[in-house]
């Protein structure tokens, strides 16, 4: 059924077109301006005239940047943060959220209960700090000397990406799990050939928040890794921020580029992986959010 | 699991006296067994057990051990040894910052006033905007335009604390010898909306701004990502709805008046007693990133208070354990509380 459109529709479409066009580019603009000024040149950056587009482009920021070694050692680590951080917190949460998710297991109120409190309740920070410092002292008498492999281990597990996980595997029938069992499926086997295929979608979701969240990680990175050389990107973009001062500007007066170029190269260079996977996994993701979220 | 005594005992009434329950046996049976039973069970099961140590030790050890280190709290003021050995002193370090009235205690309330104040302007001006945006986003029929919107507004959502920082203190950053100061300080001083000098001076350095800069960041981050669940709401309305209120002569506002809000309340509902749980648990991440010894008045929270003090060099960990200990406890209850009301509300239990 065609109808015309009412005036008071018509008025809340434009608003509505308006609204998100001017949201759309507030949360693009900062992005474009981090490029545009990483590329532009030293004085067009230093008195302010970058607005959108780059001025007298020039790419010695960046290139000065992937000339650091320091710069490619960050990235280096910030990848096998994420990797390894990823595949062992999607090992530990999928096993988990299987076991809990069986009406069968002895205790479930409990186990539940023993994840859901550390939602309502945290230690904070400094207990967590000190907790850490302890943590570490073990790993290095059992000789385990690299921070690294403490980070990877000790943080970035959420117990809502297990809940989200533990619904998803709820809602995978019985029926099916039975037939398996049946035509002599191990647990083992039937997690891998039965639920993981019918829960891709929430597994690439809580992957992928795994993944961002050790991505970005910086606090817990930066107050537990002492060896600068093991530092990830986050860190070392902070870094370099907070050492970033006026002496060094002055010192760097006969470069072709403003020292603030630096800091939006290495910006632009931390979230270009981010920006090239995210279009292929936001549809994906937003469903599997639903799938998993929602708890009749 | 004591069966009392009068469950041994039913009344008969064809005789008029008690007599034992035969079922009784079977739940004695039950009962005396029931170790044995459970220890039947996990041996079958045993790889079901298996598979949850992992995931159970991980929070043992990292979420559950700092809170016996917490403990810290109560001990005597002393930095070095860890807390089984520790004398426990009782409530010496809560006294000290409830009531002591000297610099660490003012420090503490205001740095409680802050938290609370903080995630209440976010739950005023951060809640009511990704309903709208969510209101708009189904005013677009078209899917590939209304895609293109949620990549871009969802966009932010994926940058790290550090880069959504780093990007906020460039853009606002004081003028200097050789450089103008942040481009967004330059437009607002230009139209006329703060002065020149306050705009050069930087404005992550005047505390005035500090909680305007963290609401809007935090606009920007979060609101279209948090649209989601509003937006999933609104296209679960069934089209019927719409076409029998425009029957009855119903323009758009009475639509939103009466079609479109009273589907998505329940929504708007417990996602807002999820925000009034969360009201104590401020990101500290992105306040430590933002804030300066400069801004302390308006910015500091009991976790930057906490790290100042337990991690950095000041009044030690047991200060610092109290003052987060006071900030959780009732964060929790806050937490339980909203839960609670969530569950009677719309019998949807969050947890």
Known sequence: MKRKLELSELIFKILSYTMLCIFALCCLYP????????????????????????????????????????????????????????????????????????????????????????????????????????????????????????????????????????????????????????????????????????????????????????????????????????????????LRLEQFTDAEQMAGWNMPYASDSVIYALIVCSIVPILIIYPFIQKYFAKGVNVGGVKE | MKAKVADFLIFDKETGVYREDPEQAVRDDVEKHYWKHVATNIAKDWRLYLMLIPMLLVFLFWRYFPMYELLGCFKVSDNVLPVSQQLFSGFSYFKRLLFAGDGLSTDFWRALRNTFLLSFYGLCFGFPIPIILALFFNEVRSNGARSVFQVLTYLPKFMSTVVMASLVTMLVKQGSLTTGMGIVSRFLSNLGLISFDTANAGLLNNPAYFRSIYQISGIWEGAGYDSIVFFAAIIAIPPTSYEAAQIDGADKWAQMRYVVLPSILSTIVIMLITRIGSLLNVGYEKVLLLYNAKTYVTADVVSTFAHRNGMGTGAGTGIAAAAEMMNNVIGMLLVIGANTIARKASNTSLY
């Open chain 1, 31 to 238: 992005f474009v301006f981090a490029v545009s000024a990483a590329i532009s040149g030293r004085s067009a950056v230093e008195y302010g005239s970058v607005v959108l587009f780059p001025k007298d482009i020039q790419f010695e920021a960046f290139k000065r940047m992937f000339g650091d070694n320091m710069f490619w050692n960050a990235y280096s680590n910030t990848l096998f943060l994420t990797l390894f951080g990823t595949i062992w917190a999607m090992f530990v949460a999928i096993l988990g959220a299987y076991a809990l998710s069986k009406k069968r297991l002895l205790f479930r109120k409990f186990f539940n209960f023993f994840l859901v409190f550390t939602m309502w309740f945290s230690a904070g920070i400094v207990p967590q700090y000190l907790n850490y410092l302890a943590t570490k002292e073990v790993f290095n008498k059992m000789g385990i000397m690299d921070d690294k492999w403490l980070v990877v281990i000790a943080m970035g597990m959420a117990a809502m990406n297990i809940i989200l996980l533990r619904n998803a595997f709820e809602g995978v029938p019985s029926e099916i799990e039975e037939a398996a069992i049946v035509d002599g499926a191990t647990e083992l086997q039937v997690l891998k050939q039965v639920y993981l295929p019918m829960t891709k979608s929430t597994i690439a979701t809580v992957a992928l928040f795994f993944g961002i969240s050790r991505w970005n990680g910086y606090f817990w990175a930066r107050q537990m890794i002492s060896n600068q050389n093991e530092h990830p990107l986050q860190v070392f973009i902070r």
